[in-house]
């Protein structure tokens, strides 16, 4: 049984601004150790990833990127040298995560449908959840 979790990197997203991807770049991955230290490591070059959101699953790591990069775009890690060949990095865009939290309200009966103000949190919840679809 792993850990399926989505980390992001300030100096990651700043690049990826400069670039014209988005702000919203985050790293989507599944461990069977301990996901602090494998996020500690970091990857692609920048050292500061933090950890949003992580939960237990039986979806490998290939699995759970396809199956979220069937629905987000992912970043092509030939496209981008600065990423040195990094994959499950995520550009999600805030109407993704918006529509989902609005269609998941309207599902449990919700009177208030109105997309609260996203935090990083909830992109990651949107990116596991979909990954475990």
Do not use: C
């Not at 699995?63 to 060949?85: Q, R, S, W």
């Amino acid at each position: 049984m792993g850990t399926i979790y989505v980390a992001r990197s300030a100096s990651l997203s700043d690049w990826a601004s400069d670039v014209g991807l988005s702000k919203l770049v985050f790293k989507l991955g599944v461990t069977d150790g301990d996901v602090k230290s494998v996020i500690a490591a970091g990857w692609a070059g920048f050292p500061n990833w933090t950890l949003l959101k992580s939960q237990e699953t039986e979806v490998g790591d290939e699995d759970a990127i396809a199956k979220l990069a069937a629905k987000v775009k992912m970043v092509d890690p030939t496209l981008y040298p600065k990423i040195k060949g990094t994959r499950g990095i995520f550009k999600v865009t805030q109407a993704q995560v918006e529509n989902h939290i609005v269609v998941a309200k309207a599902l449990e009966g919700s009177n208030e449908l109105l997309a609260p103000k996203l935090k990083p949190v909830d992109y990651a919840a949107f990116m596991i959840h979909n990954a475990l679809r």
